[in-house]
DNA sequence: GTTAGCACTAAAAAAAGAAGAGTGCTAACC
DNA sequence: GGTTAGCACTCTTCTTTTTTTAGTGCTAAC
């Protein structure tokens, strides 16, 4: 692969994702400084080794996913923000006032904006949160709500109806001696606790312990249940692509978007690299996306973000964009 | 518009919601008793009255707005459920330990898959909901969760991290303080209280009671603001619909079912019949479809449920489906 | 009032023709 | 040996033409 190989490759990627048709060898002359001819034998080289490909045999080239592969890993170089993305941002940082949650969920809709791509965001799993309490409020003698919270701020409720002559004040004094039980451990393990450790002393001392037990069951499967702490931004956008202009596609692509499963797709990321792009089938999203993954800590937050684009994405852009907002986040904490 | 015709448009109409192809006088003479000529005849009749339209000079038919409005006001006849339908929906009600706002959003689920439209509901605006308690949870002596809750149940939390040098003691002190005054408070009044009732009589008592102050207000104003109540279930089971079958229906439509600002089309509801339907443009939400709404109301818990699909919708299905899924709904109220 | 018959219309599908963008290859050039 | 001009060739795309088909409206007879 010698430099002029990659220039070609580099700037066959760069107008294509510009332009979004085919880049045929004439339209190259000037950049790289040859004749068409010259390119077009340059072109063949890529394409034996699989970094280009044609629709069909008369027309330009587009990038293969090995060639965005090779781009991504050898060619990009991630450039300052401009002037207005910057601005934009920092409108968000400069908000001291915001909590790291708030701040990541607002860069999210910025992205979007900014980029026209759908991006997500995937707080870390609060299964290592430890329980912090379980409050029960009476609302009317008959209904109460539990309160669930965890050491991290997780925060969910579930409302129970009492079954008739179950006394209210019973209740809640039960939950307490639950609640102090359980404090402390982790969200995960609650479940477990519960059957094996507070049930046998309850059931010695409470004689209709099971009421109360059965809201603290339900109350924590419905925890694990809804615990996702998944937020998407710009779903539509990712439809508006130029390249889903048939109706199999975008429809495909929206069904995926609306199923909330692909938080399974954002939560896997190998090794432990920071940023990480998959292109295509790698994505484990949809052949015709590029997904790109950021990492990022801040205090006790963690969790992954996202980008879903077109695999012609403006990537050197994006990465930018994402380290640049990572940056910050995880510099409230030091504040 | 004697007894023919209105079989004849009948006919029209429920020939066309199963096919989506104009229809035919040649394809309705079995049905009507009659030959094609005095069907086209008839079709004439039709037309000229503004309920059936062309494509062009030689299509068939299809019904226009007018033409459906008169059908679900005069000729529809919603029947029993089919067997297959209510088993499904039964699944649900059979199941007694489900809160009623779990059994609503079941029963979304349930339709949007049966009948492959979009469905939404939108519980009744908290703003008549009184203040029950607000809890503040200490987290790590610095960061602290306040979590607001009504007498309806709806339960909202907020993090915030305290200034430097603040005593949690205090703040919880001071916060049961402002908590006694305000319970039982509308939650759109809560602002208006805390800042002329509340304020006075803290400021004079407590020394630093600003930090509390703004925990409430911000708490409040984040309460109001994202309170919605709002479940939508088959979001892109419209983009399925075959009349969307271009890249501009869909792509418009997608954008308007992202976009949560459609709950305003949902609590929008004329006098006060149970069930309306809004038809083409009447629906507020898009021109191709229509919306079938439905209020319910069961204890403390009232909303309304809308079905929004295609104008050819399978308006007696939806209907019947929507009624006797209400009818259960509140009858989990007497029990 | 109902119906058979027929001319007529517009869409949709298929076929044919013309233009354009771009390639691959050869041979000449530096 | 790498570079380039030249040219035949390929495939797509756009336009035009032709054919087929589904359905209408109207007239005249039943």
Chains 1, 2 share one sequence.
Not at 18 to 36: A, H, I
Not at 123 to 133: A, E, R
Not at 296 to 310: D, L, M
Request: aromatic share 6%; proline share 2%; hydrophobic share 35%.
């Amino acid at each position: 692969m010698d430099e002029r190989k990659k220039a070609l490759l580099k700037e066959i990627i760069e107008t294509y994702v510009k332009t979004v048709r085919p880049v045929g060898s004439n339209s190259l002359c000037k950049k790289l400084k040859c004749s068409s001819a010259t390119i077009r034998n340059e072109m063949v080289a890529l394409e034996n080794m699989g970094y280009i490909e044609k629709n069909h045999i008369s027309s330009g080239r587009i990038p293969s996913e090995l060639g965005y592969k090779y781009y991504v890993e050898n060619l990009m170089q991630p450039k300052d923000l401009t002037g207005e993305d910057m601005l934009k941002l920092q409108t968000i940082f400069n908000n001291n006032e915001l909590e790291v949650s708030d701040a990541v969920t607002k860069c999210l809709e910025i992205i979007s904006d900014l980029t026209n791509y759908t991006s997500v965001v995937l707080g870390k799993n609060s299964n290592d949160n430890l329980l912090k309490q379980v409050n029960i409020i009476d609302l009317d003698n008959h209904k109460i709500i539990a309160v669930v919270c965890t050491d991290k701020g997780i925060v969910e409720n579930k409302q129970f109806t009492l079954p008739e002559n179950t006394n209210i004040d019973e209740v809640i004094k039960t939950s307490e001696m639950i609640n102090k039980m359980l404090i402390g451990t982790p969200i995960n393990k609650v479940s477990e606790k519960l059957e094996f450790e507070v049930k046998p002393i309850i059931a010695k001392k409470i004689k209709d312990y099971n009421t109360v037990y059965n809201i603290f069951y339900d109350a924590f499967h419905d925890f694990l249940v809804h615990n996702t702490n998944i937020h998407v931004s710009g779903r539509v956008n990712l439809l508006k692509e130029p390249e889903y202009d048939n109706t199999e596609d975008i429809k495909r692509i929206a069904s995926k978007l609306e199923d909330e499963s692909f938080q399974d797709m954002v939560s896997k990321i190998d090794g432990n690299e920071e940023l990480k792009i998959y292109i295509g089938e790698e994505s484990n999203f949809d052949d015709n996306v590029t997904v790109i993954k950021r990492k990022y800590k801040s205090g006790g937050e963690e969790g992954t973000i996202a980008i879903i684009g077109p695999k012609r994405m403006e990537y050197e852009r994006v990465v930018s964009l994402l380290n640049y907002m990572v940056d910050k986040i995880e510099g409230k904490d030091g504040k």
